[in-house]
T-cell receptor, first 116, second 113 residues
């Protein structure tokens, strides 16, 4: 099992450019999430998908769109990148029912995005 | 809105001592609270969860307490080792909203030999 994979690992964009961050999980998890992490701010939820076919906004959704392509894949799109979107982006997933019953999340390695 | 806060300053302790990290929250009554470890340049890794009806949970050298009256969780690492140096994050679980989490900002722990 690869767990949660993210591509690319690093990206530099110019202001106004668009890009899609890809995330896939091979654990048959139902729910998937996108976070951004900034120094001193912790992890903040951008969007999540509780199940295939549904998506919902998190704390900081402005400037982003998401697509739950199928059960495995959940992508995050920046339509017009801004310097304020410079951050580290993490994708995560969780099973609907887990051994602990407590919705623990499994994280990918992150994408480090710089917008100049 | 819900708010979750952890020790804002980094915690430096000597090897062998017990590290205690604090997580306080407001405006929410979580059914679960989770703790994660994050190493530099990597994604968080789940460590422990504790339910609202559990006062204490242990896993090897880790212990978590949960006081729903004080709205506080304490995370202890006993007999700490330099390999325990990392950032530790607590998170509230919204199980009725697709299991989404709200994270604290994390506490950086440094264990000196």
């Amino acid at each position: 099992n690869a767990g949660v994979t993210q591509t690319p690992k690093f990206q530099v964009l110019k202001t106004g450019q668009s890009m899609t961050l890809q995330c896939a999980q091979d654990m048959n998890h139902n729910s998937m999430y996108w976070y951004r992490q900034d120094p001193g701010m912790g992890l903040r939820l951008i969007y999540y998908s509780a199940s295939e076919g549904t998506t919902d906004k998190g704390e900081v959704p402005n400037g982003y769109n998401v697509s739950r392509l199928n059960k495995r894949e959940f992508s995050l799109r920046l339509e017009s990148a801004a310097p304020s979107q410079t951050s580290v982006y993490f994708c995560a997933s969780t099973p609907l029912i887990s051994g602990t019953g407590g919705y623990e999340q499994y994280f990918g390695p992150g994408t480090r995005l710089t917008v100049t | 809105s819900q708010k979750i806060e952890q020790n804002s300053e980094a915690l430096n302790i000597q090897e062998g001592k017990t590290a205690t990290l604090t997580c306080n929250y407001t405006n929410y009554s979580p059914a679960y609270l989770q703790w994660y470890r994050q190493d530099p340049g990597r994604g968080p890794v789940f460590l422990l969860l504790i339910r609202e009806n559990e006062k204490e949970k242990r896993k090897e050298r880790l212990k978590v307490t949960f006081d729903t009256t004080l709205k506080q969780s304490l995370f202890h690492i006993t007999a700490s080792q330099p390999a325990d140096s990392a950032t530790y994050l607590c998170a509230l679980v919204f199980y009725n909203q697709g299991g989404k989490l709200i994270f604290g900002q994390g506490t950086e722990l440094s264990v000196k030999p």
